[in-house]
């Protein structure tokens, strides 16, 4: 597992660390990743690729509107790591980091891995999946989506969440500034994403994730109040 940590979000001294567990034993003792940027580290998604690397995608250089993306891989669970590299992507909006940008990579039951991103500027929060055929090394997006209120106003959406349905089609859920949780859908296997729409859950721009477990069923993880982020709650 992995997060950042530092003195306050944002601040120079926030860094990406990382803990395993291995079968059996206690998680180990948290190991600080990389220090090669004199900017704050932040958002670390781990993807397991098809070659059984770990990949860890994480962002630096100030906050969300000056974002860029790094991946670095090890073949022996966290002992040793690649040399940081940036990832290549091929965007249409306003995006200036490629790749997932908080909640975990998504492979569809065609094989496309999608990429749940989104960018922020002081008067626009839009989400973007991205797309990737090689694995995750490069990506490439067909736009950004929108989110509208029932009075037709757009909100502010970031940080999408993905699954899929039996029939193939895929959805995403998206923190918003508008108070609810918002939903995009996908009937093309991830290439091009519906306008969002407003859910009946609540949500106070605090981040969320969902995840399917083995028995089917889906379970998420929000915030469902309107002030601070408490409590944490599992639907």
């Not at 590299?85 to 990579?105: H, R």
């Not at 109040?225 to 944490?232: D, T, W, Y």
Request: hydrophobic content about 30%; aromatic content about 14%; charged content about 25%.
């Amino acid at each position: 597992c992995a997060w950042f940590s530092g003195k306050e979000e944002g601040s120079q001294d926030t860094r990406i660390w990382y803990s395993v567990k291995k079968p059996g034993h206690k998680w180990s003792k948290a190991v600080k990743f990389q220090d090669e940027y004199d900017s704050a580290h932040w958002n670390p998604v781990l993807y397991l690729t098809e070659q059984g690397n770990v990949r860890l995608y994480y962002k630096t250089n100030g906050f969300p509107g000056d974002w860029h993306q790094y991946y670095s891989e090890s073949s022996d669970y966290g002992k040793t790591w690649t040399e940081p590299q940036e990832v290549s992507f091929t965007s249409k909006t306003g995006l200036t980091a490629g790749g997932p940008v908080k909640n975990k990579c998504f492979k569809t039951s065609d094989g496309l891995l999608l990429a749940p991103n989104s960018y922020e500027t002081s008067d626009v929060r839009r989400c973007v999946i991205e797309y990737s055929t090689d694995d995750g090394l490069t990506w490439q997006d067909s736009g950004d989506i929108k989110a509208y209120n029932d009075s037709g106003k757009e909100v502010m959406v970031i940080q999408p969440t993905i699954w899929e349905s039996k029939d193939r089609s895929l959805h995403a859920l998206l923190r918003s500034k508008g108070y609810f949780v918002y939903r995009t859908d996908s009937y093309d296997g991830g290439k091009t994403w519906t306008d969002a729409y407003r859910t009946s859950l609540i949500n106070n721009n605090s981040g969320l994730d969902v995840a399917r477990t083995s028995d089917g069923l889906l379970w998420l993880v929000c915030n469902p109040a309107f002030s601070i982020r408490s409590p944490l709650t599992l639907y």
